[in-house]
């Protein structure tokens, strides 16, 4: 009796099996068109449209594609899963993954964002790949600071760490699930945080307006006292900017954080 794994490995050619034999053996379940000409030659294409017919291989983005486990088969390539992680490490160079997205990953949210949030040095429009979106955020050289490197499926990927997440989140609070979202991750988290970490990243980064949103976050949530020594020496720009980038620039003028307060935090809701 044929079994299914057979018969499905007679749906590909001889060089579509040599190709993904090869790449299989190397551990690249994930590869590009130029890795692929290198096993297939100058006809890779072809190829590689022929794959995707028989749903052997998933395009991830031009020129980018996945390799559909055997186990799986034909059927379930339609179900097919890659950590969007992994994917976003294939989408933009450099990069990391930030924000709200490494926010949650580090435990510091419970909210799980439908978007990617993903870190570059260019400006690129958001995307749709398989099922996700991914945000690209545009950061200058400097703001690349704090990046580690981790694990997932077998792909090493960039992620911020626990304080520089922090830090970006207060650089913009439009893509880490609003002010509220990031005051409530400091609350339940601050023990677990280093402040004097995340004054640096500020610094590096030079954006005082991430201390000024971190100060008064810390006074509404009465950590101020216990972390205002981070403070000390720093002198706060002049402008007023706003708390929250996404509400309208509407409210009050706060004199101590030099703040433009646009939205309200209560902590009151989310505290037990």
Known sequence: MVSIKEEYRKGLSKKESILISTLSGKGKNIFTIREARKILGRHARKFMSSLIKKRWVLPL???????????????????????????????????????????????????????????????????????????????????????????????????????????DCLDHPEHSGGTDEIARAIYFSHEELDFDKIKDYALKMKNITILKRLGYIMEKTNLLEKYDQIFKGIRLTKGYPPLDKIAPKKGTYNERWKLLINVEIKPERWMY
């Open 61 to 167: 983005k031009r020129g980018v594609y996945a390799i559909v486990p055997l186990d799986i088969g034909v059927r379930g390539a339609e179900g097919f899963i890659v950590h969007d992680f992994v994917i976003a490490s294939y989408l933009s160079k450099p990069y990391y993954i930030g924000f709200w997205s490494a926010l949650n990953y580090h435990g510091l949210s419970e909210q799980i964002p439908t978007t990617i949030f993903v870190a570059t040095t260019k400006a690129k429009p958001p995307i749709n790949v398989l099922n996700s979106r991914f945000l690209f955020v545009q950061l200058s050289r400097n703001k690349f600071v704090g990046i580690k490197k981790v694990e997932i499926e077998g792909h090493v990927i960039n992620i911020s760490n626990v304080n520089k997440t922090v830090a």
